[in-house]
């Protein structure tokens, strides 16, 4: 059974930037993909960026944090970060490791508990 952890939000000022970091554990990730979602108040929750456990690493991020999140992976620590930069006050939310066999959605694969990020302007 899947497991994983998130750790690393936080309170952090307009323009500045935090790293989430996602622990996995109780499987084989070579062929996984993992990611990262978020939602906000009386929002529902969306898509951040994800990336390809195999070959080159292919990442995927949505439109409204491209140029300023990066997603990256640590294989020997099947770890997975979201190093966020330029943060502004719409940023704010609980983000969601997620991770999923690369047959399967990722949002039906498992998920994390959730770290808060908060933006203050």
């Known amino acids: 059974q899947v497991q994983l952890v998130e750790s690393g939000g936080g309170l952090v000022q307009a323009g500045g930037s935090l790293r989430l970091s996602c622990a996995a554990s109780?499987?084989?990730?070579?062929?996984?993909?993992m990611g990262w979602f978020r939602q906000a108040p009386g929002k529902e929750r969306e898509f951040v960026a994800a990336?390809?456990?195999?070959?080159?690493?292919?990442?995927d991020y949505a439109a409204s944090v491209k140029g300023r999140f990066a997603i990256s992976r640590d294989n020997a620590k099947n770890t997975v970060y979201l190093q966020m930069n330029s943060l502004k006050p719409e940023d704010t939310a609980v983000y969601y490791c997620?991770?999923?066999?690369?047959?399967?959605?990722?949002?039906?694969?498992?998920w994390g508990q959730g770290t808060q990020v908060t933006v203050s302007s």
């Open positions: 997620a991770a999923s066999p690369r047959t399967v959605a990722l949002t039906q694969g498992s």
């Open positions: 109780g499987g084989t990730f070579s062929s996984y993909v």
């Open positions: 990336i390809r456990w195999w070959s080159s690493g292919s990442t």
